[in-house]
């Protein structure tokens, strides 16, 4: 049984909470805060815990948010604020004697860079206070990295490739939306691609490498080599790879539309000045797309996101696809949100529920490969993420 604070009341709050809520018998207590106190209360009441406690804090003024956590003492923070955040939360959990997850790495606000350094950074701080930090506990990075240490736990000596495929066959009826917050998700796709091969970090340009996956139960998609955060982590914790990518699809329409919106400029994230005041194009085109959590209600189709590895055990060659499709009107039935907030807020939930029973913990700052992956995968099932595996099976991004 523990306290939980909840930072962050957008889709994958919303997730969170609703799935927190269900499981009294491990989290007895919880507070959703955001920095808009409105919203938390918008999403307690939907749920109707009277449990839910709500507060308006504004996560990047550590003062406050330590002052937060010193009155409400919970043993652990979910962070599904925006990553800009990160390391103001883990620096209030420093502070006040809190553990702390979070679903994606920091990145700065003024710099489309993303990278674990900043919070490994935190190592030894964490260590010494005795204290947990679970980095990247959403789908991806999170269940990828789940899937990967159960594939070398159960299935390889050594792993060789690894390809992880991120399928959104869903349509929303909208012309552009972004299924996450559109300002990261656009800072993501717009940046250069990365994959590993040899040691050594590939670059590409912005989606440059592509061709049809075929998903499950979905078929044939076009799926772009993108660099995604958890093949850093992936990649030193699994030291055997000699190649990792991540492959995300993305429709015509979709490209097209981003094209257009990057020539003329909106998805700059450099300050320009308009009648009189300072703005970032960026943030401007985030407040006329749709909000994400409100694409929901006609949404259908399904996600599908998996990983394929080829490698060695017991001296023979062989290959492993571990996967979930999750659809987007079940994930809004169980939640009230769409399948890309519900993929990363199930996990979300799990990860914290492994700390509070204790089957993940030590001092220290840990990706989440890093624990023991049986516990995590036997709750994915019962918890609305059920996975499916073939063994010895081509490989569909080998095709
Ligand atoms: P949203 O934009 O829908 O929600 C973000 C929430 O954080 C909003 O409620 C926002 O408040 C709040 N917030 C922003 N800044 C602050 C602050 N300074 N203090 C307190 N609260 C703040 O994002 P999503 O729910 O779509 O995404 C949440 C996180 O999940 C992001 O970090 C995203 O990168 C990550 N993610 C991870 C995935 C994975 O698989 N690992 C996949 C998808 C998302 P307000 O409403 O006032 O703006």
């Known amino acids: 049984m523990g306290k939980v604070l909840i930072i962050g009341a957008g889709g994958v709050g919303t997730v969170v909470a609703h799935k927190v809520a269900r499981l ?9 805060a955001s920095r808009t106190k409105a919203k938390c209360d918008e999403i307690a009441g939907k749920i109707g815990d009277p449990r839910i406690q709500t507060a308006a804090v504004d996560a990047d003024n550590v003062p406050e948010l330590t002052k937060l956590l010193e009155s409400f003492k919970p043993d652990i923070v979910i962070n599904v604020a925006l990553p800009y955040q990160d390391l103001h939360i883990m620096d209030a959990c420093l502070n006040a004697g809190v553990n702390y997850l979070d679903t ?3 990145e700065p606000i003024d710099e489309a860079k993303f990278e674990y350094s900043w919070q490994w950074a935190y190592q030894d701080r964490f ?22 240490a159960y594939a070398a736990k159960h299935y390889f000596d050594e792993m060789h490739s690894l390809d992880i495929v991120d399928c959104n066959a869903g349509d929303h009826g909208k012309y552009f939306a972004t299924n996450f917050n559109p300002e990261i998700n656009i800072r993501e796709i717009t940046q250069n691609g ?28 076009e799926s772009y080599v993108l660099y995604h955060e958890e093949l850093e982590s992936l990649t030193k914790n699994f030291p055997s ?35 009189g005041m300072e703005i970032v194009p960026l943030q401007f085109l985030k407040a006329v797309l749709p909000d994400p959590g ?8 399904e996600t599908s996101i998996g990983c394929q590895i080829r490698g060695i055990k017991d001296g023979k060659e062989q290959t492993y696809y571990v996967w979930n499709n ?6 809004y039935k169980d939640t009230g949100s769409q399948a890309v907030s519900y993929t990363t807020g199930v996990p979300a939930m799990i990860g914290a529920k492994m700390f509070l029973e204790g089957k993940w913990g030590g001092a220290g700052v840990f990706n989440v ?15 609305g993420l059920p996975w499916n595996e073939r063994l010895n099976e081509p490989l569909p991004v080998e095709k």
Not at 199 to 212: F, M, R, S, V
Not at 370 to 382: G, T, V, Y
């Open 369 to 383: 490969e890093e624990f023991d992956p049986d516990p995590f995968m036997a709750d994915l099932n019962k918890y």
């Open 241 to 275: 790879l000699k190649r990792a990518r991540f492959w995300m699809t993305f429709g015509q329409r979709y490209i097209t539309a981003l094209e257009v919106l990057q020539e003329v400029g909106l998805t700059s994230i450099k300050p320009i000045n308009y009648q």
């Open 24 to 32: 009294p018998e491990v989290f007895s207590e919880i507070m959703l």
């Open 194 to 221: 990365r994959y590993f091969e040899n040691g050594k970090w590939i670059e590409t340009k912005p989606l440059e490498i592509h061709k049809p996956i075929d998903y499950p139960n979905i078929g044939d998609r």
């Open 326 to 331: 999750c659809n987007h009107e079940d994930a």
């Open 294 to 301: 409100s694409l929901g209600v006609n949404y259908h189709g």
């Open 104 to 106: 994606a790495n920091y």
């Open 127 to 148: 260590k010494e206070a005795g204290l947990t930090a679970i980095l990247g506990c959403g789908f991806d990075p999170g269940v990828t990295g789940i899937y990967t």
